[in-house]
Antibody
Framework: EVQLVESGGDLVQPGGSLRLSCAASGFTVNSNYMSWVRQAPGKGLEWVSTIYHGGDTYYADSVKARFTISTDNSKNTLFLQMNSLRAEDTAVYYC????????????????WGQGALVSVSS | EIVLTQSPATLSLSPGERATLSCRASQSISSYVAWYQQKPGQAPRLLIYDASNRATGIPARFSGSGSGTDFTLTISSLEPEDFAVYYCQQRRTWPLTFGGGSKVEIK
């Protein structure tokens, strides 16, 4: 059974840093496309970042140069390193496994974690 | 960036009725659109991928159609568990983008 469990959400001051983790089970993170999607309180969904199994990474303009997505094969875990945090980064952050169907990865999101709340405030 | 505009913002219907939700893209995205359902306090759930294909385990009452810039999610007969917020998302180009959502509420 595929499971994704996020951790690391916290209250942090503007300008601070935080690292989110997403522990996966039931599949190998490094063999899949993995993503982070966030949702500000009471708002819609916003894609944040995607990493391909070959290592290619993609970021939303709003987080580029501040956030870094990565994986650790030994821990079967996805990470999101968040630096220079701003109030507008306040959101629930979901990790997700991209959809794999008909032998093709698609940049849609099939499996989701329960979410980790990041609050940026002084 | 491709902007997805969903309508209506809110749809008030009764169980058993048909729901039709719209998603319009600011430029052509071929058939590269997905639909998700989200209930309060839960992560989204993938319903439809590539405009018209149901994801694994999704009931047949959910169907998607469209291509180019105009897409539709139809729920043929609303079940009590279908009252939720629905989002469309495109994968045609980076950045991946979502629509603002449509809420289907009980009338």
């Amino acid at each position: 059974e595929v499971q994704l469990v996020e951790s690391g959400g916290d209250l942090v001051q503007p300008g601070g840093s935080l690292r989110l983790s997403c522990a996966a089970s039931g599949f190998t993170v490094n063999s899949n496309y993995m993503s982070w999607v966030r949702q500000a309180p009471g708002k819609g969904l916003e894609w944040v970042s995607t990493i391909y199994h070959g290592g290619d990474t993609y970021y939303a303009d709003s987080v580029k140069a501040r956030f870094t997505i990565s994986t650790d094969n030994s821990k079967n875990t996805l990470f999101l390193q968040m630096n220079s945090l701003r109030a507008e980064d306040t959101a629930v952050y979901y990790c997700a496994r991209n959809y794999y169907v008909s032998s093709v990865y698609r940049n849609f999101f099939e499996y989701w974690g329960q979410g980790a709340l990041v609050s940026v405030s002084s | 960036e491709i902007v997805l505009t969903q309508s209506p913002a809110t749809l008030s219907l009764s169980p058993g009725e048909r729901a039709t939700l719209s998603c319009r893209a600011s430029q052509s995205i071929s058939s590269y659109v997905a639909w998700y359902q989200q209930k309060p306090g839960q992560a989204p759930r993938l319903l439809i991928y590539d405009a018209s294909n149901r994801a694994t385990g999704i009931p047949a009452r959910f169907s998607g159609s469209g291509s180019g810039t105009d897409f539709t999610l139809t729920i043929s007969s609303l079940e009590p568990e279908d009252f939720a917020v629905y989002y469309c998302q495109q994968r045609r180009t980076w950045p991946l983008t979502f629509g603002g959502g449509s809420k289907v509420e009980i009338k």
